[in-house]
C-alpha cells in the first residue's frame, strides 16, 4: 500500500526546504507560487480489496489543514458514486512552513534579512546574491551575521587595511572570531569589495590576509650554520637560527652549499660541511625560499624520506629551485637498509615530471609497488655514516656543475 500519507507530503516539503527554496520564497515574495504536491490514491481495484484501510487512510489526509485537496467525483461498479482526492495543493508560504515546523526559522532568516536592509542598502545589495544562493548558510550563521556585516561594512571603508587582524576595532569582533569566519568572509568579501581591494593570486583560507590586504605573520626559516668560519658572530657555537622570510632573502654570507632536510635530529645531529648550512624543511612549503635569491648561486641538497611524498617533496622544492639535487634519495640507499623499511600509509600515484631518470625509477617503484607494498624508509633510519660517506663525496665547489 503505497499510498501518500501525511508524513509523504512533509517530506516532499522538507525537501524545498532543503535546497533553500522556502527562504528564497521570503527574500522574494513575488517568487512563490501555488505548489502541488506528488499524490498517490488507491485505484479501482484497491477501493474493493482494501475499503476498510481507505476508509482508515483517507481521514489523515484530510486532518492536514496545510494543504488543499481537489476531489474527483467517480462511480464505482461497487461502492456506487464516490470521490477521492485528485490533487494536493500547498496554497502559500506558510502553509509550507508550518507543515514541516519551520516557522521560527523562517521567521528569524526575515529578520536577518531585514537587518541586513537597515545595516546598509549598498551593503545589502553586495550580499544579496550570497543571500539568494545560500540561504540555509545565512539561518546557521544568524548568531555572528551581525558582526559578519559589521566586518564587511568596515573593510568597505577601509580596503587593504595593511594592518594586522588584531587590530581591527569593532565591537563584539576579534581577530579569532574573523580567523573563524575566514571562508564566509571570503565569499562575501569578493562580492562586497571592488576588484582592486581583491589580491586574486592569494587563495584559500591561509592566504585571506594577503587577499584582502592585512598584515600576515612573517613566515620564518630555520637554519644552523654547517662551518664555524661563516658564524654569525654572538651567537654562540650552535648557530641554530631563525629568521624571517625577509631577513633569509637578504642573508649576506659566504655560503656556496646548502642542504634542506625534513626531520628535526637529522637537522640538528647535520654535521660540520665547509662553506655549508642546513635548513630545517617545512615539507610542501617552499614559498618561502623564493624571494631569497642567493639560493640559486648556491648548491641545494634536498635530503627527505624515500617514500612516494619524499620524491613529491623534491618534485616541488624543483620548482622554485630547479638546480637542486636530491641526498641519500637512491636505490643504493633504499635497498642497503631494507631492515628499516616501514610502511606508507598513502602511496602518492601521479607522476612527477622533475624528478632525474635515476630518481624516477625509484619512485616507480616506489609508487609500483615493485618491491614490497608501500614500502618507505624515513631519513632518521639511515645510519649516520651513511651520511658522513655521502656528503664526503660530494664534489668541491671548485669542481661542481653547479658553479
Request: glycine content about 4%; overall charge neutral.
Amino acid at each position: 500500500m503505497t499510498w501518500t500519507r501525511p508524513a509523504d507530503l512533509r517530506t516532499q516539503v522538507q525537501k524545498l526546504w532543503d535546497k533553500g527554496d522556502l527562504l528564497r520564497a521570503l527574500i522574494d515574495p513575488t517568487s512563490w507560487q501555488p505548489r502541488r504536491l506528488r499524490l498517490v490514491v488507491p485505484d479501482s481495484n484497491e477501493l474493493s480489496a482494501q475499503l476498510d484501510a481507505v476508509r482508515a487512510w483517507l481521514p489523515e489526509l484530510q486532518a492536514v489543514p496545510q494543504v488543499r485537496l481537489v476531489w474527483r467525483d467517480f462511480t464505482h461498479r461497487l461502492l456506487g458514486s464516490s470521490s477521492l482526492p485528485a490533487e494536493c495543493w500547498l496554497d502559500s508560504l506558510p502553509n509550507a512552513l508550518a507543515l514541516i515546523g519551520k516557522t521560527r526559522e523562517a521567521r528569524r532568516f526575515d529578520a536577518l534579512l531585514q537587518t541586513t536592509r537597515a545595516y546598509d542598502a549598498n551593503l545589502f545589495a553586495c550580499v544579496l546574491p550570497w543571500l539568494q544562493r545560500r540561504p540555509l548558510a545565512t539561518l546557521a550563521l544568524a548568531e555572528e551575521w551581525p558582526r559578519l556585516l559589521s566586518v564587511l561594512s568596515w573593510l568597505q571603508e577601509h580596503p587593504r587595511p595593511g594592518i594586522y587582524l588584531r587590530q581591527v576595532d569593532l565591537p563584539g569582533v576579534d581577530s579569532k572570531f574573523i580567523e573563524s569566519q575566514r571562508g564566509v568572509l571570503t565569499e562575501l568579501l569578493d562580492l562586497c569589495l571592488p576588484l582592486h581591494a581583491i589580491d586574486a593570486s592569494a587563495t584559500g583560507a591561509t592566504q585571506f590576509c594577503r587577499r584582502y590586504g592585512f598584515k600576515d605573520k612573517p613566515l620564518r626559516i630555520r637554519l644552523r650554520v654547517l662551518d664555524r668560519s661563516l658564524a654569525l658572530p654572538a651567537l654562540g657555537s650552535d648557530q641554530d637560527i631563525t629568521l624571517t622570510q625577509t631577513d633569509f632573502a637578504q642573508l649576506a654570507l659566504p655560503v656556496q652549499r646548502v642542504f634542506i632536510t625534513e626531520n628535526e635530529v637529522n637537522f640538528l645531529a647535520f654535521p660540520h660541511v665547509p662553506g655549508s648550512l642546513v635548513i630545517f624543511g617545512a615539507g610542501y612549503g617552499f614559498d618561502v625560499l623564493t624571494q631569497a635569491r642567493w639560493l640559486r648561486e648556491c648548491a641545494v641538497h634536498y635530503w627527505g624520506d624515500l617514500d612516494t611524498h619524499g620524491f613529491a617533496i623534491l618534485d616541488q622544492l624543483r620548482a622554485h629551485l630547479p638546480h637542486t639535487q636530491s641526498l641519500l634519495m637512491d636505490r643504493a640507499t633504499l635497498l642497503a637498509h631494507r631492515m628499516q623499511w616501514g610502511v606508507e600509509p598513502q602511496p602518492l600515484l601521479r607522476d612527477l615530471p622533475r624528478l632525474t631518470t635515476d630518481e624516477s625509477l625509484v619512485f616507480n617503484d616506489l609508487r609500483d609497488n615493485r618491491l614490497q607494498a608501500n614500502v618507505r624508509l624515513e631519513q632518521e633510519r639511515i645510519g649516520f655514516g651513511c651520511l658522513q660517506r655521502a656528503l664526503a663525496a660530494l664534489p668541491t665547489m671548485a669542481n661542481s656543475a653547479t658553479n
